[in-house]
Every structure is written in C-alpha cells, then in structure tokens.
C-alpha cells in the first residue's frame, strides 16, 4: 500500500502532509481550538492540561495537517525546540484576556522568532478567548507582541473562540493559502 | 564502503539464511542517519519499523549512546506517534522503554500514553500502561491511578496483565497507591487467563509479602482451591515452601509437615514444569526426611530419561544438590545417570559425571573413571574443574582408590588445559598429597613429569616449592634432582630462581647429596638473571662454602619461614641505607602495625565482604591450618623449648557476636604444655588497647600451671592480634580441665579525626566465657587407607567394647554426627553419611593418641521406632588406656 500511496502523490494525487506546531503558554487554550478542528464525532468533550505534547491530524482543503499540540507549562517549553526542525508552519495562541503574562509570551515568541529552524515557515497567530469581556483585541495583541518587525516572513493574526469555533476555520484556511502558494520541496 | 544489505543477501542465497543475522555488521553511525526517516512529513511506516528495531538491536548489543544522540532519537521517535499504524506504535512502545532519556524529557509523551491507555485498541491500552508506569513520577501517577485500577480487571487478558505487571514495579516506589488496588487484585487471581493469574499472584504476593499471617492465608486459600495457569501454580509452590520454612521455627510437632501434601500432590500435576516445580521445592525442604524425599526423587529419575533436554538437565541439576546432602537418596538413580554421561549436552553430562561421583560407593570408581576419561576431551575447562573437585572428594572419601585417582589426574594434567584448569588439577593433587600419605611418592613423580612441559610459571614454582620440602624427605631423593636441574637449564628466570631454592633444601636436608647439589649450584653462579645468581650465591655459602654455620643450622635456615610481617620487612628493607653495620632482621618489629585511616577504611570494607560471605564472621581471623600456627607458635621464644605442636584445635568463640571485643581462642596441645591463643579484634573505632592480657584463672584445673603469658602490646581497632598464655601440664598425662576468663587491657581513646590516641589511658577488663580442655585436644584425626588392614593389625585383646543410650534424636544421621564431633576423630570410607532410611549404621573412625599412639573406632548405630538412638562403641589401639580414655569421653558426655 506504501508503495501506491507514494506513487500517487509523486503525481500530486495524493494528500500533502504538512506538520504544524502549536505553541502557546499554558492555559492560552491549544487544546481547545485543537479539538474544534477534529470532526464532530472524535471531538472530547473535557479538554485537560496537556502533559508534554499530543499529536492530532485534521484534513483541510486537500492537505493533511498533523499538528503537534505541546503543553505551555513552563516546564514544557524548553522542549518545545525538539519538534521545530521538520514544523512548515506555527500556530500560536495568545490568551487575549490573561494581559499579565503577555510579555512572557513575547519572550518565548521572540525565542522561536529567531531561531534558524523557523526562519521561513508561515506564523498564524491566535487572540483566543475573545468572547471573554476586556478581552484585547487582535491588534492590541499584535503591537503588544511587536509582531511588525518581521518583515521575511509571512504571518496572521485572528480574533478567535475556541469554545465555539469562530475565527478559527479563517486561520486555517489562510493557512492552506500560505503552504499551497510556497514552492514544494 | 559497500554495505551489504541483509534483505539482498536473503533472496541471492536462502542457504546461508540462518547463518547470518539481518542486523549483522550494522553500524550506529549509518543507523542514526537512516532515523531521521522519523522526521519526514510523509511517514514510511515500515521503514521506521525497520529502523526501530535496528536501534534496539544495538541497544540490546549494549551500544551506547551519547546524551545527545539518545535526546535526538527520543524526539524524533515521539513524532512517529502522529502515525495510526499499530505495528509502528508497537516500535515506538518499546523504543521509549528502551531508551529512557532524562527524566524531564521523559514526561514529553505522558499525555500521547494517556491517550493511548484511553484508546479502544487494546493493544495501544495494553502497551501504553506498560510504558506509562515505567516513566511517570509519583505525582502523575495520582492523576491515572483509577485507570490503572480499573485495567486490572479489564477483561482483555493482556490488558490486566499490563496493568498487573506495572504494578509490580510501581510497587517499589509507590507502595501505597498499588496497595489500594488489592481487591482487584484478588479478583484478577480467580482469573480464567492464565497469564493474568499468574500476574495477579505474584503482585498479590509482593502487596502482601511483609505479613506472614497474610501470605500464609493467602496460600492456604489457593492451595485448596484449584489454581489453573501452570505458572502461578508454580508460584504458589515457592510461596508454599516460604510458608513452610517460616513455619517450622514455631511447630516442631514430629507429625506431618503442613502443606506437604499439597507438594506431593503436586507432582502427579499435568504440567512438567509444575511437577518439577514441586520435586525440587521437596529436596530443598529444610531437614527433609527420606520418606518426604522418595516421591520427588522419583518423578526426577523420570526427568532423567525424558526426550526433552531442558528436563534432563533441570532433573540432573536438582539431583546433583541432593546428592551433597542425601547421596544415598540419588543411588536409585544412578543407572539413568549413567546413561547421561554420553548425552549429547555436555552441561547434562558433567551433572551426571559429579552426582555419581558423590553417590558412587568404592566399587564403582574404577568403571566411572573409565567413562569420565573419554569424556573429559570433549567438555570446556569450567566444567572439567568441577569434574576435577569432584574426584578430589571423592579420594579423600576412598583414600585405597588413590591409584586410580591419581593416575586420572595425572593423565589430565598432560592433556591440552588453560591455567585455571591445570591449577585446580595441581591443587588436587597437593591435597591429596598431604592427607593421603601413601600418595605422596607417585604424586610428587607425576607433578615432576607435568614441571617437565608446564608453561604456567606459577604452577612451576608452586610445585618447586613442594619438591624442596617434600622430596629430601622421600626414600629415594636423588631421583628428583634431575627434574628439579633441568628447569634451571631450560625455564624462565622466575622457575630457575625457585628451582635453585629446591636445590639447596635437597643439599641441606640430605647429607650424601650436598656435594652433588653445591657442583649444580656452583653452575648457577652463571646464570644471567640477577635473582637466580643470587639465590645460589646465598646458598652456596650457607650449605658450608663458607663454615660459619652450623650443618643443621642450614636445614633450618632454608625450612623456616621469616618470623615477621612482609609488610613491615619490606618497610625496614626500603629504609636500609647501604653501609658498614649489616641488615638487622631482628630489629624489624614483629607486631602487625596500627592502620592509617584510609587504610582502616579499605580494611572495613574488606571485612564487611568477608562478613558478607561468611568467611570471616565477628572480624575473627578464618580458621588457619595447623602448618601455619605452627610458624606462628615458632616465632615466640617462649614456645622454643616445649617440643612438637601435636595439635591445634578450632577456634572457639569467648564472645556474644557483636560485642566490643571480639576473642576466640585456638588451644594448641603440646607434649607437656598447651598454649591457649587469644584471637582478639577491638571493634570500637574510638579505643586502641594496649597491654593486652588474658588472665586464665587454673584453679579448678590442679593438673595445669602458668608457665608464662605474651601480652599483645597493641591492639589498634579492626585489625586483629594475638595473646597467648602457655600452661604446663604433666608430660604425657591426658590432663583435662576448665578455665575462666578476663581480658585484661589499657584503653586510650582515640580522636577520630585525627587518628592519634591520647597519651593518658585507663586500666579496663572484660569477661571472657570459659575455656576447656578436653580429650579431644589429644586426639588428632588421622585417614588410614583401608580400615580393616589396620583394625585387625591390632590386638583384638587390647579392644574396649561398650554400649550406650543416646536418647532420642532427631535421626540417626544427627546422633551419628553428634558423636563424631565428640570424639574429634576422623570418619572414614564415607561413613559419616547414614542411608536415608536406614534403621541401624556403622561408622568408623580413626585418630591419633598423643604421644603418637593410633587410635581406630567402630561405632554401631540402632534406633528404634521412638527414636531412641543406642550405640555400641569398640575402640583399638596398642594403648589399651587410650581405648578406655576414648569410651570415656563418650560416657562422661
Ligand atoms: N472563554 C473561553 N475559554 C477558553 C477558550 N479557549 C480555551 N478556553 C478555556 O481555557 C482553558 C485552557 O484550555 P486548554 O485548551 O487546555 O489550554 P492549553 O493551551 O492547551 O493549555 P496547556 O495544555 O496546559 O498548555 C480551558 O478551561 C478552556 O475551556 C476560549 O476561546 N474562550
Ligand atoms: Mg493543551
């Protein structure tokens, strides 16, 4: 079967794959947004702090994602670095409403920002949970985070809701545009 | 570099498939790059498989893996769990398991494993229970706990044996959170799985291993109720026999053994691993009988003849061990045994060899050794040493086979054998040499025949030394000389130096071979290694090139050994500056010198081993031979002039174990004296004694007086040392009595920092426990080489016959042993083994009298159905009062 699967998409028949990484602090709600975009039926119903990394795939728009969801808890992040090599694009959440840690996620975003492995891979940023009252808005979020200053990469950023979806589907689908519109390697 | 790919080379030959492993000449390096496979997008998943099972491959070759390149293999091998193949996930299990990064990186897959413990696929369930509980810390645990709980009952059987099984180990470390899974537990135990049963018993045991009353319900309960899984049926056998052995210190009631019944049941079970579980759980019993023993011995003999290899061998082992301890109970089986000594396994093989070698009786040697010499050519070295011990047993145990023994070993001696080989044959024959004195002549001219081509210095020069000592004193010492010279012309410089050291004892101890000997050193003179000019030098002038010493004075200087300690000669000798005034040996200090700290430490260790194999308990010197106390005794001037040592006695504790002062004491029997030596050990690390004294109080013992006392002048902690009391006793009288005790000493206290004692100290005692003299500190065991030459060699006439009551004893084996140990004599012929069911015994013994006189006994057993034990006692000798004095030892005892 491996073999015809192979053949097919060297003829670009098959479904590309393409691995996404979600980082976040912890709490920003990776998970959630993770098990929106499982169909209907496989999705849990208690999402619980994830304890190193969980690994999903969804299908959308004729590319298999396989999204590696890793736990935001401060012990966790110095691992994060172990999955960027093969990663072709990042998503990461800001919990738009926890305000007091914001300049942590600077720090831990600037950290990837710089690091040789992501240099080219497309950003979609999350400001979740903005169903939350005095939430920030995405741009808020966006100068908060100076997400300006990159200049040779692409990037995004959406107001979203885990909970229910919104905003989410729109990340992804900029996302698809993003992976189909980069010259295959 | 062409790497040959194992999957071409399968198809291009199938012949030679088995010969090669698929991972042959795989190299870390290339696998490492074929793993980054783990990271591409699009998985290949057999491909990864392939790679996994290449890296545990190496792994379990024990390659090992850097930091690093374990972290990177860990990380990519996390990302395989985006696949849903389920062999893959099966690789990827077992690849976390195996290589175990640090433990915070470890935690990266724990909610990947929760998933999969909560997955609908049992084998993910299964699998990821068991990774699970080998990586998570005691605070997860908490969270996963009630599924773990719950996979004990699953009703999948690999499930719960997952669950089981990481019980098991997370009882080590979580004892209290696996506790509470007890009634599932004991649920999962009635399971219809066997492997679940088996799982679940002995994770039920392990919760409850440190409650006796629990454990023996436990098996209570189950030895009654029908147990199906072979295995946990096997279990429950260990569990029983615990059980047992746990019980008999409280019930000595003389009725049934409790749960014997379920053991001998046991062995009409259908599964042979059970029933042989069972036979050899029965002949480990603790003090089995022979009629407990039957039943297993016979299921064992069946063992024997079976098809299967694993049988005969599992069969011939437990045998084999019987056999140290019941001999007479493995004779039944000493036909099938026979057969095994051509069984095409040669570990099976050399079981049967030594099992018959310790139940054969005398008639049997010679066609076994026949049978044993084809066979040696064709076992390895480790296997041919435990045949070699075995024959060495069984020599002494027949001295009158000597011949054939020995001529066994010499044949094997100049057969092809590495050195650990060849040492165990030497050894043997040394021994045999010593205890078996009609041995000695052929034994020395077979050892001389092996020096002729023996590439092992060490062997050479061990039986160059024995050469020297023993050979003058043969009837015809010439005959060696020439073995002894042609190592001189033809070995290495060590061999030549021992050889000039033979040479010269010959010279000195035999008068009409000193002029030969000194032409032959004189040659020596020659030589171009430094020692071996020395050595002859040295003996040249002491065999009379020069006349200052006396002729005996030779003898004596080139046979007695330095009466210091090395340690401290060499110390003396490094010290020496070359000049006018001579080397003073005399002025090197006799006396054991205190430990520095980081000596004293390495001692401690050294002795916690020893304690540890129970070679050197309570820190008291192990048992010496009576050659080596005789040096020691020589050394004292004050022993100078009482004469030859007739006998050294074992040690006897004066001591609780585990006091302050360890002392055990050695009585050496002299002609007119006895010299009690006090092995003293100071235990306590803050105290060295000085002066120390045992004050023996005769004044319950009229026959005996205090000629002098040797004080230990120090006694430093951990290192033991010696204080003597020589007391004079009528020459020749068997004079017997009974002494107190006190350990007399200075204490200082010692600054353990430092390690310095204080100046100022304290006079101290300490009560010793009673010594006694008895008869048989006059009678030493001899071996004569047939019992009943020598006992009808002397006059029927002058023999003591008398019978006694012995009680009721335990078995006719333990009152027969009792005697012996009484009598202090020597068992020959084996006779010291009673058949196992055996309702009357002969033993025979035999000893020698002080002042010379041998003493031969026949002690005829009887016990009745109460147990009573009676004995009839004769004893031979030319001293008709040393016949009498023998049964007295047994009527005043
Ligand atoms: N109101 C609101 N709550 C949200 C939203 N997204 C997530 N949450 C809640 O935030 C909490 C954390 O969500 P998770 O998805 O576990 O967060 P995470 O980023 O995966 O956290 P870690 O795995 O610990 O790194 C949960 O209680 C979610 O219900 C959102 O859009 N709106
Ligand atoms: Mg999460």
Not at chain 2, 30 to 48: G, H
Not at chain 2, 517 to 530: A, E, G, K, Q, S
Not at chain 2, 688 to 693: D, P, Q
Request: aromatic share 8%; net charge negative.
């Amino acid at each position: 079967m491996g073999l015809f699967r192979r053949f097919l998409r060297a003829l670009g028949l098959g479904p590309e794959k393409v691995g996404v990484l979600i980082v976040g602090l912890d709490n920003s709600g990776k998970s959630t947004l993770l098990n929106r975009l499982r169909p209907k039926k496989a999705r849990t119903a208690d999402v619980v702090p994830t304890i190193g990394f969980q690994v999903e795939s969804f299908l959308k728009h004729g590319i298999q994602f396989t999204a590696f969801d890793m736990s935001g808890a401060g012990r966790y992040r110095s691992l994060w670095e172990a999955y960027f090599k093969d990663a072709q694009a990042v998503i990461f959440v800001i919990d738009a409403t926890d305000l007091v840690r914001m300049c942590v996620a600077k720090d831990e975003l600037e950290l990837m920002l710089r690091h040789p492995d992501l240099r080219k891979v497309p950003f979609l940023f999350y400001a979740n949970k903005s169903d939350v009252p005095k939430c920030w808005t995405a741009l808020q979020c966006a100068q908060a985070l100076q997400l300006d200053e990159n200049k040779d990469k692409p990037w995004n950023i959406l107001a979203s809701n885990a909970l229910t979806g919104e905003g989410v589907e729109e990340g992804i689908d900029w996302l698809a545009e993003m992976i189909k519109s980069k010259p295959t390697n | 570099m062409a790497l040959v790919n194992p999957r071409d080379k399968k198809d291009e030959d199938r012949d030679d498939e088995t010969e090669y492993s698929p991972f042959f000449g795989i190299e870390k390096g290339a696998v490492l790059q074929e793993a980054r496979v783990f990271n591409d997008p699009q998985l290949d998943t057999r491909r990864c498989q392939q790679v996994i099972t290449k890296l545990l491959y190496l792994l379990n070759q024990g390659e090992s893996f850097t930091k690093t390149e374990a972290t990177e293999v860990f990380f990519a091998t996390t990302k395989l769990f985006q696949s849903k193949d389920i062999a893959l996930r099966r690789m990827v299990y077992l690849m976390i398991k195996e290589i175990t990064p640090s433990a915070d990186e470890v935690i990266i897959v724990t909610s990947s494993l929760m998933k999969d413990m909560n997955s609908k696929t049992d084998l993910y369930r299964a699998n990821a229970i068991r990774v699970l509980c080998r990586i998570i810390d005691g605070g997860l645990l908490g969270q996963i706990e009630r599924y773990l709980k719950q996979a004990v009952v699953d009703k999948n059987p690999i499930v719960a044996s997952a669950a089981l099984v990481s019980g098991i180990h997370l009882l080590k470390n979580n004892p209290e959170i696996v506790k509470r899974w007890s009634n599932e537990v004991q649920e999962a135990v009635n399971s219809k799985a066997p492997l679940v049963q088996f799982h679940a018993l002995a994770l039920l045991h392990q919760i409850r291993q440190n409650d006796r009353l629990a454990v023996s319900k436990l098996v209570t309960s189950l030895t009654r109720g029908n147990v199906r899984s072979p295995l946990a049926q096997c279990l429950l056998i260990r569990y029983t026999v615990q059980v047992i052995h746990e019980a008999s210190g409280i019930s000595s009631s003389g009725g049934e053994r409790p749960f014997y019944e379920f053991l001998e049941g046991c062995l009409r079970h259908k599964a042979e691993m059970v029933i042989f579980e069972a036979a050899r759980a029965i002949t480990q019993l603790e003090g089995v009988t022979s009629r407990e023993l039957t039943p297993a011995i016979t299921v064992l003999q069946l063992f024997l003849s079976s098809s299967k290899p694993v049988l005969r061998f599992a069969a011939v082992r437990t045998l084999n061990k019987v056999a140290m301890t019941h001999p007479l109970a493995v004779t039944n089986c000493n036909i099938d045994m026979e057969s095994l000594i051509s069984d095409q396994n040669r570990s099976i093989a050399t079981l049967a060899i030594t099992t018959l070698l310790k139940t054969g009786n005398e008639s049997s040697v010679d066609r076994l050794m026949k049978q044993i010499t084809n066979f040696m050519s064709d076992i390895a070295d480790e296997f041919k040493i435990t045949v070699v011990e075995a024959i060495r047993s069984l020599c002494l145990k027949f001295p009158q086979k000597y011949r054939t023994l020995m001529n066994f070993l010499s044949n094997i001696l100049r057969e092809e054998g590495g050195f650990e080989y060849k040492k165990a044959i030497v050894d043997s024959i040394l021994i045999l040499i010593r205890e078996i004195p009609d041995a000695k002549e052929s034994g020395l001219s077979h050892l001389c025949e092996f020096i002729e081509d023996c590439e092992f210095t060490y062997l050479s020069t061990q039986i160059l030394h024995l050469l020297g000592n023993e050979g003058p004193k043969t009837a015809d010492p010439s005959k060696y000389i020439r073995y002894i010279y042609n190592r001189v012309i033809l070995e290495n410089a060590t061999v030549r130096a021992s050889a000039v050291s033979a040479l010269a004892k010959f010279g000195a101890m035999v008068d009409f071979l000193q002029p030969r000997i000194m032409v032959l050193l004189r040659r020596c003179l020659h030589d171009n290694d430094d020692e071996v000019r020395d050595r002859a030098t040295l003996y040249l002038q002491v065999l009379g090139d020069t006349k200052d010493i006396a002729p005996d004075g030779a003898a004596a200087f080139l046979s007695e050994t330095l009466n210091v300690p090395l340690a401290n000669l060499e110390a003396s000798l490094k010290a020496y500056e070359p000049s006018e005034k001579p080397f003073n040996i005399a002025a090197v200090s006799k006396e054991a010198k205190p430990l520095t700290i980081a000596e004293k430490k390495k001692e401690k260790k050294a002795q916690r081993e020893a304690a540890a194999t129970g070679a050197h308990a309570n820190g008291v010197a192990p048992a010496v031979s009576t050659s080596s106390y005789e040096n020691l005794l020589n050394a004292i001037p004050e022993f100078a002039s009482i004469g030859k040592l007739f006998k050294s006695s074992k040690p006897v504790q004066l001591t609780e174990e585990e006091t302050e002062y360890a002392v055990n004491v050695v009585k050496h029997t002299y002609p007119a004296h006895v010299v009690f030596q006090f092995n003293a050990t100071n235990t306590i690390q803050e105290q060295l004694l000085e002066n120390v004294e045992v004050v023996m109080d005769t004044s319950l013992a009229d026959e005996f007086e205090e000629v002098a006392s040797i004080p230990l002048k120090s006694l430093p902690y951990g290192s033991p040392g010696q204080t003597f009391v020589l007391l004079a006793k009528p020459e020749g009288a068997v004079a017997l009595g009974k002494f107190g005790n006190v350990l007399k000493f200075k204490v200082k206290e010692v600054d353990p920092a430092s390690g310095e004692p204080d100046e100022e100290g304290y006079e101290d005692e300490y009560a010793l426990e009673d010594v006694e003299v008895t008869i048989g500190d006059y009678i030493q065991r001899t071996s004569v080489s047939n019992f009943r030459n020598s006992w009808e060699a002397l006059d029927p006439g002058l023999e003591k016959v008398d019978e006694y009551g012995l009680g009721p004893r335990e078995s006719l084996q333990e009152a027969v042993k009792a005697v012996i140990n009484t009598l202090g004599m020597q068992p020959v012929e084996g006779t010291d083994q009673v058949p196992s069911n055996a309702r009357s015994h002969t033993a025979l013994l035999a000893g020698t009298f002080i002042g010379n006189v041998p003493v031969l006994a026949r002690l005829s057993f009887g016990i009745d159905a109460q147990k009573q034990v009676a004995m009839k006692l004769a004893v031979r000798s030319e001293d008709e009062s040393v016949s009498e004095l023998i049964q007295d030892i047994i009527a005043s005892s």
